[in-house]
Protein backbone atom coordinates (compact mmCIF):
# COMPACT_ATOMS: atom_id res chain seq x y z
CA UNK A 1 0.00 0.00 0.00
CA UNK A 2 1.65 3.38 -1.33
CA UNK A 3 1.35 6.45 1.87
CA UNK A 4 -1.92 7.77 -0.09
CA UNK A 5 -4.00 5.09 0.31
CA UNK A 6 -5.22 5.75 3.64
CA UNK A 7 -9.22 6.92 2.62
CA UNK A 8 -8.17 9.32 0.06
CA UNK A 9 -10.33 10.20 -2.62
CA UNK A 10 -9.92 9.10 -6.07
CA UNK A 11 -7.48 10.93 -8.42
CA UNK A 12 -9.37 14.43 -9.24
CA UNK A 13 -8.70 16.84 -12.05
CA UNK A 14 -8.79 20.62 -11.14
CA UNK A 15 -9.13 22.56 -14.45
CA UNK A 16 -7.61 25.94 -15.21
CA UNK A 17 -9.85 29.03 -15.96
CA UNK A 18 -8.54 29.69 -19.48
CA UNK A 19 -6.48 27.54 -22.36
CA UNK A 20 -3.43 28.88 -20.06
CA UNK A 21 -5.29 28.93 -16.74
CA UNK A 22 -4.15 33.16 -17.32
CA UNK A 23 -0.48 32.47 -17.00
CA UNK A 24 1.87 34.30 -19.80
CA UNK A 25 5.08 32.09 -20.54
CA UNK A 26 8.58 33.52 -21.79
CA UNK A 27 7.63 33.33 -25.92
CA UNK A 28 4.17 33.08 -25.44
CA UNK A 29 3.58 35.87 -27.00
CA UNK A 30 6.18 37.84 -24.86
CA UNK A 31 9.45 37.35 -24.52
CA UNK A 32 11.37 36.50 -21.20
CA UNK A 33 12.73 40.46 -21.51
CA UNK A 34 9.34 41.59 -22.16
CA UNK A 35 7.89 40.05 -19.01
CA UNK A 36 10.99 41.13 -16.96
CA UNK A 37 10.05 44.75 -18.31
CA UNK A 38 6.69 44.62 -18.29
CA UNK A 39 7.41 42.98 -14.11
CA UNK A 40 9.24 46.20 -13.40
CA UNK A 41 6.23 47.91 -14.96
CA UNK A 42 4.36 46.64 -12.78
CA UNK A 43 1.87 44.88 -15.44
CA UNK A 44 2.43 41.52 -14.34
CA UNK A 45 4.52 39.57 -11.37
CA UNK A 46 6.05 36.67 -11.59
CA UNK A 47 4.90 33.23 -10.71
CA UNK A 48 7.87 30.89 -10.97
CA UNK A 49 10.38 30.69 -13.41
CA UNK A 50 9.48 31.76 -16.96
CA UNK A 51 5.76 32.13 -15.99
CA UNK A 52 3.90 35.47 -14.78
CA UNK A 53 0.44 36.79 -13.97
CA UNK A 54 -1.30 39.86 -14.74
CA UNK A 55 -0.66 42.13 -12.12
CA UNK A 56 -4.11 41.80 -9.75
CA UNK A 57 -5.32 38.62 -11.07
CA UNK A 58 -5.39 36.39 -7.83
CA UNK A 59 -2.52 34.13 -8.15
CA UNK A 60 -3.84 30.29 -7.67
CA UNK A 61 -3.01 26.67 -7.49
CA UNK A 62 -3.47 26.75 -11.13
CA UNK A 63 -1.34 28.96 -11.65
CA UNK A 64 1.70 27.89 -9.32
CA UNK A 65 1.28 24.33 -10.79
CA UNK A 66 1.58 25.62 -14.62
CA UNK A 67 4.26 28.01 -13.80
CA UNK A 68 6.32 24.97 -12.01
CA UNK A 69 5.35 22.56 -14.61
CA UNK A 70 6.79 25.04 -17.24
CA UNK A 71 9.84 25.63 -15.17
CA UNK A 72 10.27 21.24 -15.54
CA UNK A 73 12.84 19.97 -18.36
CA UNK A 74 10.93 19.57 -21.52
CA UNK A 75 11.59 15.58 -21.60
CA UNK A 76 10.67 14.78 -18.05
CA UNK A 77 7.59 17.32 -17.79
CA UNK A 78 4.82 14.45 -18.51
CA UNK A 79 6.83 11.74 -16.70
CA UNK A 80 7.02 13.51 -13.00
CA UNK A 81 4.79 14.71 -10.39
CA UNK A 82 5.61 18.18 -8.37
CA UNK A 83 5.73 16.90 -4.99
CA UNK A 84 7.07 17.54 -1.46
CA UNK A 85 7.49 21.09 -0.60
CA UNK A 86 6.98 22.45 -4.32
CA UNK A 87 3.44 20.53 -3.85
CA UNK A 88 3.30 22.36 -0.48
CA UNK A 89 4.09 25.59 -2.36
CA UNK A 90 1.33 24.40 -5.72
CA UNK A 91 -1.69 24.56 -2.16
CA UNK A 92 -0.18 28.22 -0.69
CA UNK A 93 1.22 26.19 1.71
CA UNK A 94 4.97 27.02 1.56
CA UNK A 95 7.32 29.51 -0.30
CA UNK A 96 8.09 27.69 -3.56
CA UNK A 97 12.27 27.08 -2.52
CA UNK A 98 15.06 27.26 -5.05
CA UNK A 99 14.64 24.00 -7.22
CA UNK A 100 11.61 22.39 -7.96
CA UNK A 101 11.00 19.18 -6.38
CA UNK A 102 9.16 16.25 -8.51
CA UNK A 103 8.74 12.54 -8.12
CA UNK A 104 9.46 9.61 -10.52
CA UNK A 105 7.29 6.56 -9.98
CA UNK A 106 9.56 3.56 -9.44
CA UNK A 107 8.51 1.90 -12.73
CA UNK A 108 10.31 4.37 -14.82
CA UNK A 109 13.91 4.05 -14.97
CA UNK A 110 15.79 7.17 -13.11
CA UNK A 111 19.07 6.51 -14.98
CA UNK A 112 16.75 6.82 -18.32
CA UNK A 113 15.78 10.42 -16.85
CA UNK A 114 19.20 12.20 -17.57
CA UNK A 115 20.18 14.31 -14.74
CA UNK A 116 19.05 17.69 -14.59
CA UNK A 117 20.36 20.08 -12.09
CA UNK A 118 17.31 22.81 -12.01
CA UNK A 119 14.96 20.35 -10.34
CA UNK A 120 15.32 17.74 -7.41
CA UNK A 121 13.91 14.50 -8.68
CA UNK A 122 13.24 11.51 -6.00
CA UNK A 123 12.58 7.78 -7.45
CA UNK A 124 9.09 6.50 -5.34
CA UNK A 125 6.18 4.28 -5.19
CA UNK A 126 3.29 6.24 -6.19
CA UNK A 127 -0.16 4.87 -6.07
CA UNK A 128 -3.59 5.90 -8.29
CA UNK A 129 -4.82 7.62 -5.10
CA UNK A 130 -1.14 9.61 -4.55
CA UNK A 131 -1.96 12.30 -7.29
CA UNK A 132 -4.28 14.61 -8.12
CA UNK A 133 -4.14 16.17 -11.62
CA UNK A 134 -4.54 20.30 -11.73
CA UNK A 135 -4.99 21.45 -15.30
CA UNK A 136 -3.34 18.70 -16.53
CA UNK A 137 0.01 18.96 -14.16
CA UNK A 138 0.00 15.60 -11.42
CA UNK A 139 0.83 16.79 -8.55
CA UNK A 140 0.80 15.29 -5.25
CA UNK A 141 -2.39 14.77 -3.16
CA UNK A 142 -2.78 17.06 -0.04
CA UNK A 143 -2.02 13.42 2.34
CA UNK A 144 0.68 12.35 0.26
CA UNK A 145 2.07 15.84 0.46
CA UNK A 146 2.04 16.60 3.83
CA UNK A 147 3.26 12.41 4.91
CA UNK A 148 6.30 13.20 2.61
CA UNK A 149 6.65 16.65 4.34
CA UNK A 150 6.58 15.14 7.43
CA UNK A 151 9.23 12.23 6.43
CA UNK A 152 11.55 14.32 4.20
CA UNK A 153 11.33 18.02 5.19
CA UNK A 154 14.16 20.13 7.01
CA UNK A 155 12.87 20.45 10.40
CA UNK A 156 12.65 23.56 10.08
CA UNK A 157 10.85 23.42 7.63
CA UNK A 158 7.99 20.43 8.29
CA UNK A 159 6.48 21.56 11.75
CA UNK A 160 5.33 25.37 9.94
CA UNK A 161 4.34 23.26 6.76
CA UNK A 162 2.55 20.21 7.95
CA UNK A 163 0.61 23.34 10.31
CA UNK A 164 -0.03 25.12 6.85
CA UNK A 165 -1.76 21.89 5.19
CA UNK A 166 -3.47 21.31 7.76
CA UNK A 167 -4.92 24.41 8.31
CA UNK A 168 -6.72 25.18 4.94
CA UNK A 169 -10.10 22.98 5.11
CA UNK A 170 -10.23 22.89 0.84
CA UNK A 171 -7.39 20.46 1.60
CA UNK A 172 -9.41 18.32 3.77
CA UNK A 173 -5.62 16.84 5.17
CA UNK A 174 -6.34 17.98 9.29
CA UNK A 175 -2.98 16.82 11.32
CA UNK A 176 -5.32 13.88 13.13
CA UNK A 177 -5.65 12.59 9.54
CA UNK A 178 -2.46 12.78 8.92
CA UNK A 179 -1.07 10.79 12.31
CA UNK A 180 -3.92 8.00 11.59
CA UNK A 181 -2.30 7.33 7.76
CA UNK A 182 1.11 7.38 9.20
CA UNK A 183 0.18 5.02 12.54
CA UNK A 184 -1.30 2.42 10.44
CA UNK A 185 1.99 2.12 8.32
CA UNK A 186 4.18 -0.85 9.94
CA UNK A 187 6.77 -0.38 7.80
CA UNK A 188 7.74 2.89 6.62
CA UNK A 189 11.36 4.69 6.68
CA UNK A 190 11.15 7.53 8.75
CA UNK A 191 8.22 6.83 10.48
CA UNK A 192 9.47 8.10 14.12
CA UNK A 193 10.98 11.04 12.47
CA UNK A 194 7.58 12.19 11.22
CA UNK A 195 5.65 10.95 14.11
CA UNK A 196 7.94 13.04 16.44
CA UNK A 197 7.35 15.86 13.70
CA UNK A 198 3.58 15.46 14.14
CA UNK A 199 3.36 15.50 17.55
CA UNK A 200 5.16 18.86 17.33
CA UNK A 201 2.27 20.42 15.26
CA UNK A 202 -0.05 19.21 17.46
CA UNK A 203 1.30 20.58 20.49
CA UNK A 204 1.85 24.14 18.69
CA UNK A 205 -1.64 23.72 17.29
CA UNK A 206 -3.09 23.20 21.04
CA UNK A 207 -1.08 26.33 22.34
CA UNK A 208 -2.01 28.56 19.64
CA UNK A 209 -6.19 27.65 20.35
CA UNK A 210 -5.38 28.06 23.83
CA UNK A 211 -3.93 31.35 23.35
CA UNK A 212 -6.81 32.67 21.18
CA UNK A 213 -8.98 31.31 24.04
Excluded at 54 to 72: I, K, M
Excluded at 116 to 136: F, W
Excluded at 152 to 164: I, Q
Aim: net charge positive; hydrophobic share 40%.
Amino acid sequence: MTMGEQRQQPSTTITAPGSQGGVLYAGRPFSLAELQAMAIDGLVVNIYGPAYVSTGEPVTSVHRALAAHAALPQPIRHKVVLGRLTAAWVYGCSPPGNKITVLLDHRYRATSQGRHRSIHLHEVALGPLDTLNISGVRITSPLRTALDIAVYARDEDAVRVLLALSSDPRLKCPLGYIRQALQIRERMPGKNVALRRLAAALDLRKQQAGGNA
